[in-house]
């Protein structure tokens, strides 16, 4: 059974620091996904990472993904107070079913 | 264009009554999926439609729970005899083709049980 661990699972930091979010999963998978999610709204795609060694890039925010390690970064630079959010990421498992982290919520402070 | 919309909002219910929740996908996405998301917690898959029909509905926790999309379009997401554990916010999504296409997401609807 695929799991899926992200850590931390709450971050609070400063204006104009960068930081990385961390994506574990347990299993092969083809696919994985990251997502944004404001409080009260719905979840919103960021990006697709379909092979390992993928990089895709937006904004202040680039993710990463290592099949062998079954590891996927987010990476947050210079962090400005707007990416504040719960963000998520999502596996593929081998039915093709999205399975999700617990999320980590971002807290970016002025 | 428009995206994924869902209602109602917010539902408050007694248990042991019966809900409906509807979704409307995007427009043209023939693939539906139902979530539900707990306080804390990531989405929780529930179903999926291809079309018209159930691809997969491995995710029903019980047979409380059943959802039907009968013109491949809208779907009603219907829960009976609702308990107070079936409390969530309860997400659709669609995407375009199959399931390996990025879904988008609903704002849901946020189901509380007394």
């Known amino acids: 059974e695929l799991k899926v661990e992200q850590n931390p699972l709450f971050l609070s930091m400063q204006e104009g620091k960068n930081y990385t979010i961390y994506c574990n999963y347990s299993?092969?998978?083809?696919?994985l996904y990251w997502y944004r999610q404001d409080p009260g709204k719905s979840l919103e795609s960021l990006f697709v990472?379909?092979?390992n060694g993928a990089v895709k890039q937006e904004g202040r925010l680039m993710a990463s993904l290592d099949t062998k390690a079954r590891l996927s970064t987010l990476h947050i630079t210079a962090a400005v107070h707007d990416l504040s959010a719960t963000y998520f990421c999502?596996?593929?498992?081998?039915?093709?079913?999205?399975?999700w982290g617990a999320g980590t919520k971002l807290i970016i402070k002025p | 264009g428009a995206g994924v919309s869902q209602t109602p909002s917010n539902k408050v219910t007694e248990k042991g009554k019966y809900v409906e929740l509807r979704c409307d996908p995007i427009s043209g996405h023939t693939a539906l999926y139902w979530y539900r998301q707990s306080l804390g917690q990531g989405p929780e898959f529930l179903i999926y439609f291809q079309g018209t029909g159930a691809a997969d509905d491995s995710g029903l926790p019980n047979d409380r729970f059943f959802a039907v999309r009968p013109e491949g379009s809208v779907s009603t997401l219907k829960i009976q005899r609702t308990e107070r554990g079936d409390s969530a916010v309860y997400l659709c999504?669609?995407?375009?083709?199959?399931?390996?296409?990025?879904?988008?997401f609903g704002p849901g609807t946020r189901l509380t049980v007394l």
């Open positions: 999502a596996v593929d498992d081998s039915n093709y079913q999205l399975i």
């Open positions: 990472l379909l092979s």
């Open positions: 999504a669609s995407s375009l083709g199959g399931r390996t296409d990025t879904q988008y």
């Open positions: 299993t092969t998978s083809d696919r």
